[in-house]
């Protein structure tokens, strides 16, 4: 067997592993490109030259429920994804580091400046090197099948995996996330391929605020979360 050959096979075999673990979705991404992402420690990718991208797909129906506000089922969804995701990472991690890789999983959810709202890294870079989905003008990654109905991790890895490529932005003159976010904070800026900053896309502090000011105090919501731009896009409905 040829190096290339081992390669591909050891990279579908890790992604069978993973979606037998439970993701709907996985994919590969060079690290390279994503150095130029702010990233928590500034070094995080130095021994890592792939990153995973794992998707969760949410149920359509508890979008459907949403009118202007959160529901208590959304916050209960985002909970189980998150620790679904964190525990598929997890295992993915573990696997990788018993096959001799060194392996980091980053948690689905975990900010780590409240003052600017920075995670380690963003999943929504990674997905998108990894051919998830594209960034939408509402700034979530956006899959061809699934819509932005899908929550991501991360796990950064050294093993020799062949990377995915991203995918063409399908957003059109479609204006939906803009015309129904209640903060009035999506712009309705398109990318052909990711935006060069958070501004560019949103009015980011309308978000924010609306998330973690209100939508959080809401009764059995708990967490900054909306899904009223999640809800209504056309993809994956
Ligand atoms: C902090 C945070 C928030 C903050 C700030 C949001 C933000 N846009 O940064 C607040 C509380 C406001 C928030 C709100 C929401 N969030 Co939030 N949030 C996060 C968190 C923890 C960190 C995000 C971060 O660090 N952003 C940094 C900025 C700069 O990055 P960015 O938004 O991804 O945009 C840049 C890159 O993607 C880049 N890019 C894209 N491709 C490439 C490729 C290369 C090579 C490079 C260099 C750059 C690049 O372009 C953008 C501009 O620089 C992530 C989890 C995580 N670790 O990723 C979840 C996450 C982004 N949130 C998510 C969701 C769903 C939401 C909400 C819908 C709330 C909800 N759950 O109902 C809203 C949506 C707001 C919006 N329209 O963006 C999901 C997105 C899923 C998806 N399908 O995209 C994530 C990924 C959580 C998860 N595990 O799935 N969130
Ligand atoms: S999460 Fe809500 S407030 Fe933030 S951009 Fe989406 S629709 Fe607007
Ligand atoms: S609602 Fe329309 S514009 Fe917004 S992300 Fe979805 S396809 Fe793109």
Redesign the pocket.
């Known amino acids: 067997m040829t190096r290339n050959q081992e390669v591909d096979g050891y990279t579908e075999e890790v992604k069978g592993k993973i979606k037998n673990l439970g993701a709907d979705l996985t994919g590969v991404a060079d690290t390279e ?6 990233l928590d420690p500034p070094d995080l990718l130095n021994s890592f030259q792939r990153a995973l991208s794992i ?1 969760l797909r949410l149920p359509k129906a508890v979008f459907e429920q949403i009118g202007d506000r ?1 529901t208590p089922l ?1 916050a209960s969804v ?1 909970q189980s ?2 620790r679904m ?1 964190d525990e598929i990472a997890f295992h993915t991690a573990n696997l990788l580091n018993r096959d001799g890789f060194n392996s980091l999983p ?8 409240r003052e600017n ?13 990894a051919g998830l ?1 594209w ?2 003008k ?6 061809p099948d699934y ?8 796990i950064l890895t050294d093993a020799p995996l062949n990377p995915d490529g ?1 995918i063409e932005n399908r957003c059109g003159d479609c204006t939906k ?1 803009k015309d129904a ?1 209640p903060a009035g ?2 712009k309705g800026v398109t ?1 052909k ?6 501004d ?3 009015y ?1 502090s309308r ?2 605020e609306k ?2 000011g209100e939508f959080k105090g809401l009764s059995n919501v708990g ?8 809800k209504v896009c056309p993809y994956g409905r």
């Open positions: 490109p994503l150095k130029q992402l702010k998707a959160p959304y985002y994804a998150n995701l980053i948690p689905a959810s975990q900010v780590l400046d709202w920075y995670g380690g890294i963003t999943h929504k870079a990674v997905g998108r090197m989905g960034q939408g509402s700034l979530l990654l956006v899959n819509g932005p109905r899908i929550r991501l991790a991360t991203p996330c976010c904070a999506i990318t391929d990711h935006y060069r900053s958070r560019e896309a949103l980011f978000c924010a998330l973690d967490a900054p979360i909306c899904g009223i731009c999640i």
